[in-house]
């Protein structure tokens, strides 16, 4: 199997490509879905043996999270990362939106704050508005091709009402992977200002040549008392529908809270979750990912030079992450003569830029994890639809 075999996921109970047109207005027949961040293809065959096996066995009653799935995560953290961690550290979610829904739960009050930096993985603000909090956005500062953060600037936005920090690293959209310094004054910015941070790292795993990803815990390991790690194999394996997450959490009293949160809550994990993670964190499902990646870096050369040579387009090269942020603000259009024509003549449902904050106003998210057909077929359709740019 491989990346670029041709999958058609429509009427599959595929949020991406069946709820693409009631949500974006652009038909599954003719259209092509490049929006929510999943992947078209199939994920790791040792992944896909342990779901076979546990077919074949036939009986799917109550699980828990065994040692085999706490030793697999750790073990993943370890040779992957670099990172140390205690079985006992890992509490399981439903998910990473949950994962954060829950910290804002637990670790704040109706009515107080939560900063982001933005522009950020649009579900952030939602999340922090959806629990009755207030967002208190921290915009990062655009420089040349990347993004940097000025927290003097962070500084002085907060209103001190922030219990939490919400932060992701790297960084949907946009790619950017931090370095251990810039990590290192997030988190003390966070201990400054009493918030609690929250570590968003579910995109560790997909991080191309060049770059090298610093878990939080390693950047900032004097504060551990202060951070909550979220990390998820659903990114990285393609298994996001199984709606299994980590929080790995250090801190004894942390740990404490967040878990009577879930007991109260009767969070128990899903069996064939914890079965599928269990298969993906092993050496068989390192090579895959290498390979994975491999794709994915072919994919988004190939979009950058396909979506730069529109005049007044271009592409943030992405150090990480295959969601390629696309900058329309060099073609004199507006953002919804950008979007309409996106839509309606190219035919591609796309995160909107705005979604992400401020910051997100003049850009387009476009989900590269597919097959090179499809970066093929995207590009056709977007060098058409702004023809009149040539
Ligand atoms: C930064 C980030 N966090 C969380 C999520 C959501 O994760 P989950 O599907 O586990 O809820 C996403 C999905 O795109 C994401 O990009």
């Not at 038909?27 to 092509?32: E, N």
């Not at 603000?125 to 915009?139: D, S």
């Not at 003569?337 to 850009?363: L, Q, Y």
Request: aromatic share 10%; charged share 20%; glycine share 6%.
């Amino acid at each position: 199997m491989s990346f670029n075999t041709a999958t058609d996921r429509r009427n599959t109970n595929c949020a991406k490509w069946d709820l693409m047109e009631p949500l974006f207005g652009v038909s599954p027949k003719d259209g092509l879905a490049m929006w929510t961040a999943d992947s078209d293809y199939a994920t790791a065959p040792c992944v896909i043996d342990a779901v076979k096996a546990a077919a074949e066995h036939g009986v799917f009653g109550y699980g828990f999270e065994y040692d085999a799935y706490t030793a697999s995560i750790a073990w993943w953290m370890k040779t992957r990362h670099g990172w140390t961690i205690e079985k006992d550290w890992i509490l399981t979610t439903q998910g990473l939106g949950n994962g954060i829904a829950l910290c804002l739960d637990v670790w704040s009050d109706a009515g107080d704050a939560a900063a982001i930096f933005t522009p950020v993985y649009h579900e952030f603000a939602l999340k922090v508005q959806k629990a009755g909090r207030v967002v208190t956005e921290c915009p990062l500062v655009r420089q040349d091709d990347t993004y940097i953060l000025d927290l003097e600037d962070a500084q002085s936005r907060l209103t001190g009402k922030e219990k939490l920090l919400i932060w992701c690293s790297p960084q949907n959209p946009s790619g950017r992977v931090w370095t251990a310094e810039e990590l290192r004054a997030v988190s003390a910015f966070a201990r400054k200002n009493g918030m609690l941070l929250i570590s968003d790292e579910i995109h560790h795993d997909l991080v191309f040549e060049g770059n090298t990803f610093v878990p939080m815990a390693l950047a900032a390991p004097h504060d551990i008392d202060n951070t909550v790690y979220l990390t998820a194999a659903s990114k990285t394996f393609n298994i996001a529908g199984q709606r299994t997450g980590n929080m790995i959490i250090a801190d004894a009293n942390l740990r404490a809270d967040m878990r009577k949160r879930l007991n109260t809550l009767d969070y128990k994990p899903s069996a064939l979750g914890v079965t599928m993670i269990t298969a993906a964190y092993s050496p068989e499902g390192a090579t895959w990912v290498d390979a994975q990646l491999k794709h994915l870096q072919n994919n988004r050369d190939l979009f950058d030079a396909g979506i730069n040579a529109i005049p007044g387009v271009k592409s943030m090269p992405l150090q990480s992450t295959y969601l390629g942020w696309v900058d329309f603000a060099d073609t004199g259009m507006t953002q919804k003569e950008v979007a309409d024509r996106i839509r309606d003549v190219a035919k591609i449902a796309v995160s909107p830029g705005p979604t992400f904050g401020t910051g997100g106003e003049t850009f387009m998210r476009f989900n590269l994890a597919t097959q090179k057909s499809i970066v093929e077929d995207a590009i056709t359709r977007m060098q058409k639809a702004f023809a009149d740019l040539q």
